[in-house]
C-alpha cells in the first residue's frame, strides 16, 4: 500500500501554511484599510484562516497584538505573562466563592429545616399528650 510521499506531503503543508499567512497579511492590510478593530477573531474571518493558526504563528501573533495596541493606545505586551502556578485564575476564585455561597446557604437552610421538624415534632408530641396514652396506638 503506497502511503504517499512524505517529502510533497511536507511541502503540500508548507505551501498551505505559506497561502494562509499570505491571505492573514492581505487581511489585516486590509482591516488597517477600512479603519476595522484589529482582533484575532476579526482577522480569522477576514483572512479565511483558524483562530489556532493565527495564535500559532508568532509573525501574525506579535504584529497583531502591535496593531491592536496600538488601536486601543497602549503598549503591546513586551513578553508573555508568566503564570504563576500558585495564583488561580479569576475563573477558579469566581467558582471558589460561588461554592462558598452554596454552602453558606445550604448550612442556613439544613438549620432552618432542623428548626422547623423540631416544631413539627414538638407539636406531634403535644398533641400526643392530648390526646392521652392510648391515642398513639391508633394513629
Same mark, same amino acid.
Given at each position: 500500500?503506497? *502511503?504517499?510521499?512524505? #517529502?510533497?506531503? *511536507?511541502?503540500?503543508?508548507?505551501?498551505?501554511? %505559506? %497561502?494562509?499567512? =499570505?491571505?492573514?497579511?492581505?487581511?489585516?492590510?486590509?482591516?488597517?484599510?477600512?479603519?476595522?478593530?484589529? $482582533?484575532?477573531?476579526?482577522?480569522? !474571518? $477576514?483572512?479565511?484562516?483558524?483562530? #489556532?493558526?493565527?495564535? *500559532?504563528? $508568532?509573525?501574525? *501573533?506579535? &504584529?497583531?497584538?502591535?496593531?491592536?495596541?496600538?488601536?486601543?493606545?497602549?503598549?503591546?505586551?513586551?513578553?508573555?505573562?508568566?503564570?504563576? /502556578? #500558585? !495564583? /488561580?485564575?479569576?475563573?477558579?476564585? =469566581?467558582?471558589?466563592?460561588?461554592? %462558598?455561597?452554596?454552602?453558606?446557604?445550604?448550612? #442556613?437552610?439544613?438549620? %432552618?429545616?432542623?428548626?422547623?421538624?423540631?416544631?413539627? !415534632?414538638?407539636?406531634?408530641?403535644?398533641? &400526643?399528650?392530648?390526646?392521652? /396514652?392510648?391515642?398513639?396506638?391508633?394513629?
Amino acid at each position: 500500500m503506497n *502511503r504517499g510521499n512524505p #517529502d510533497n506531503l *511536507r511541502a503540500a503543508a508548507a505551501a498551505k501554511s %505559506a %497561502a494562509a499567512k =499570505t491571505r492573514a497579511e492581505q487581511g489585516l492590510r486590509d482591516m488597517i484599510r477600512r479603519g476595522d478593530p484589529i $482582533t484575532f477573531r476579526g482577522l480569522a !474571518q $477576514t483572512a479565511g484562516v483558524s483562530l #489556532d493558526f493565527l495564535y *500559532r504563528n $508568532t509573525d501574525l *501573533r506579535r &504584529r497583531i497584538e502591535q496593531l491592536r495596541s496600538q488601536q486601543r493606545g497602549t503598549p503591546p505586551p513586551s513578553h508573555p505573562k508568566e503564570i504563576d /502556578p #500558585d !495564583q /488561580p485564575s479569576s475563573v477558579v476564585r =469566581t467558582l471558589t466563592a460561588q461554592l %462558598a455561597d452554596l454552602k453558606h446557604r445550604h448550612r #442556613d437552610e439544613v438549620t %432552618a429545616l432542623k428548626q422547623a421538624l423540631e416544631a413539627a !415534632q414538638g407539636e406531634n408530641l403535644e398533641l &400526643r399528650r392530648r390526646l392521652g /396514652p392510648g391515642a398513639s396506638r391508633h394513629l
